[in-house]
């Protein structure tokens, strides 16, 4: 199982570029890789897939976490060059794509044999718990309804292993204790805090960064 980030506000690759946004790919064995949020800007998002060697129509699932542009940004441009995608979007989110199978997402779902919706919480945002070796991987897009709300919900598949992604405003840090890997991304407001609090299991973001479990 393997995580990239494809769009953030930082890189950590050369050649890829940064950008307020954010983007992962997760690969597993079981099922063709599956976009999670597609940044802000479609050409960016194209150009850095093309630098990490993602090809658009290799992708088989596109979920959106939430509705804001910097998680949404790309999907047009995706859907230029991949005519199969399954898209799964938050109900909130009010997305219509005719001609195009898209999932609207309240309650938990499952999309693949090791990766699942958590469902919609406070009618916002869908984050991911993916099933490793180690655990559950926790994907979230902004956090929006909160990281504490986002692990309890995920903590239903197993014990969480990690968590990556936007944390937001998040400073409830003692949440986060017990984690093996904390990578908070893209709009994470105490990124530096956390890193001071979890030095051992925190994992710097960034566009290029790959986590493979
Ligand atoms: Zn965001
Ligand atoms: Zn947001």
């Known amino acids: 199982m393997k995580i990239t980030i494809v769009y953030d506000n930082s890189a950590v690759s050369q050649g890829l570029i940064a950008d307020w946004g954010f983007s992962s790919l997760i690969e597993t064995e079981d099922a063709p890789p599956i976009l999670f949020d597609t940044g802000a800007d479609g050409a960016t998002l194209i150009h850095n897939m093309q630098q990490l060697g993602i090809a658009p129509d290799s992708i088989g699932v596109i979920v959106i976490s939430h509705r804001h542009g910097d998680h949404t940004g790309g999907l047009s441009y995706i859907l230029e060059a991949n005519e199969h995608a399954v898209i799964y979007v938050p109900s909130s989110i009010g997305m219509r794509l005719p001609g195009r199978k898209v999932i609207s997402v309240s309650q938990p779902v499952k999309i693949s044999e090791t990766v699942f919706s958590i469902g919609e919480l406070n009618y916002t945002e869908q984050s991911l718990a993916v099933k490793t070796s180690k ?4 994907l979230t897009g902004c956090s929006h309804p909160g990281v504490g709300a986002i692990l309890d919900a995920a903590s239903k598949y197993g014990t ?3 968590i990556i992604g936007g944390f937001h405003g998040f400073r409830e840090f003692s949440r986060l204790e017990g984690l093996s890997l904390v990578c908070p991304c893209h709009c994470t407001q105490y990124t530096s805090e956390i890193q001071g609090l979890f030095p051992d ?6 566009a290029g960064l790959e986590i493979e479990l």
């Open 135 to 138: 655990g559950i991987l926790v």
């Open 160 to 162: 969480v292993y990690g």
């Open 201 to 206: 299991q925190y994992v710097a973001c960034g």
